[in-house]
């Protein structure tokens, strides 16, 4: 006992010493070192006890924006008042607070209102395995200096999204992901006109999306993903011209995409895959002349390969993998798509030749075409068929076949595909054709190179 209050008496004349350099570093010449107000300290006390539940953590931490800091704690000098500090970011995870928040860990209102210039409050993994907490309502007023609210990989934190958040005038990121929220999103958080990130993502959240969204004229980030979300997608997505990344996959989302989709000119990201959305796929798509991402799979589109996405030459990542697609892949459907790098048209109902002209795609690395009803020989370059080795993949095609001789040792690891002997010689003369234009193809070139040189002599 002796011992450790000598070593705490030692520890805090070195905090004193501490406090010295300091306050020589936050106040200005001649003044008082800066102070957070009381009122802010206590508040400060109050969020740690409701969350920790450490008695010792005022003592360890008496001045926790100066000489005894706290790595989550973040305090600024007020701009009208330089002996006065503000507390402006709290942070909670398991990469500052030890031990971590105590079982029946809280948020109450009085204790956070009581910083009123919190800029950031973020809590990581915090109300884990004791009963359930929900958000008190009372904590988001029109007081609040909040410009970002992260609360997230809290199982515990659940009951519903409280409306009073569209108080927070002042919020930019407001990310609720990974928690256990249900019940509808609130369409007053329509009213969030500052926002730029909405992350409601993996919640237990129901009902539709409100077309209140369509206010958010801020946001360029949408996240929805797995949760629990009927209707259809709003139209009133369309006034979010600042956007660049929705994710809307893995909810229970029907009907069509609206056309005004199509006007998001700054989309970069789209993910609508794993919901119940129909064909056809709006025209108005070929407007998102940004987008890189496009990820439709396991929706009941249910028409030919939609023409609009052959429009989209930015995109890298095309996914329409069990979409039942149906009728063959059009010659040239993807020949615009220069940046190109994965195609997904795998478990649909697509018919006929693979078409060649897939393997003149300069970036693509990935090409998935398998469990659909393909036919024909498999005329893509060799060069192509090589390079990509097992990401092609045109497996459960019943009715391909690999030309004799035509990959060497590439078929039987690669292709998967029996060899064309014996069939496709009376049967699918599309096929043919582009097995013909393979085999045909270079003589033609060479053909024609040597009129160009007889051209020139002449
Ligand atoms: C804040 O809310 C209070 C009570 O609801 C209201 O009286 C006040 O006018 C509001 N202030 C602003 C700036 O909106
Ligand atoms: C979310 O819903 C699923 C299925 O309805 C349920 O199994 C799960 O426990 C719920 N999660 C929470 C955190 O409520
Ligand atoms: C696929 O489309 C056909 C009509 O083209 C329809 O009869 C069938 O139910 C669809 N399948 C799925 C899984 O949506
Ligand atoms: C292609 O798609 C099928 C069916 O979805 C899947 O099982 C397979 O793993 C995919 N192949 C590659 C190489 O990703
Ligand atoms: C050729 O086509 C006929 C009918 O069009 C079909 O019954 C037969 O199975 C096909 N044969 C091969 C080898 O594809």
Known sequence: MASSSSLLSAGVSILLIQAVAVSVGVA???????????SELAAIF???????????WPQLHPRPCTDTPWPGLQCELAPDDSTRLRATRLHFGPDVSTPPCRPGARLAAPAIL???HLRT????GCFVDAGPVELPTALFTNASSLEQLVLKSNPGLTGRIPATLTNLKSLQVLSLSQNGFHGEIPRELGGL???????LSYNNITGEIPDEIGGMASLSILDLSWNGIGGGVPAALGGLKMLQKADLSYNWLAGVVPPEVGSLKELVFLDLSHNGLAGPLPASLAGLAKLQYLLLQDNPIGTAVPAVVGSLRRLQVLGLSGCNLTGPIPRGAFAALGSLMALSLDRNRLDGPIPASLGALPHLGQLNLSQNRLAGEIALPVEFVAR???RLDVRGNEELCVGQGRYGGLQASYLRAPPCVGRGSTNGTAALDEGAAGVYGPVVGLVCHLLVLLALKL
């Open 28 to 38: 200005t010449a001649g003044d008082a070192p800066a102070q957070l107000p009381r």
């Open 193 to 199: 006109t500052a926002l730029q990130q909405l992350d």
């Open 46 to 56: 109050r969020v740690m006890a409701d969350l920790l539940g450490d008695p010792t």
């Open 114 to 116: 009581g910083l009123p």
């Open 388 to 390: 990509l080795g097992r």
């Open 121 to 124: 409050l973020s809590l990581f």
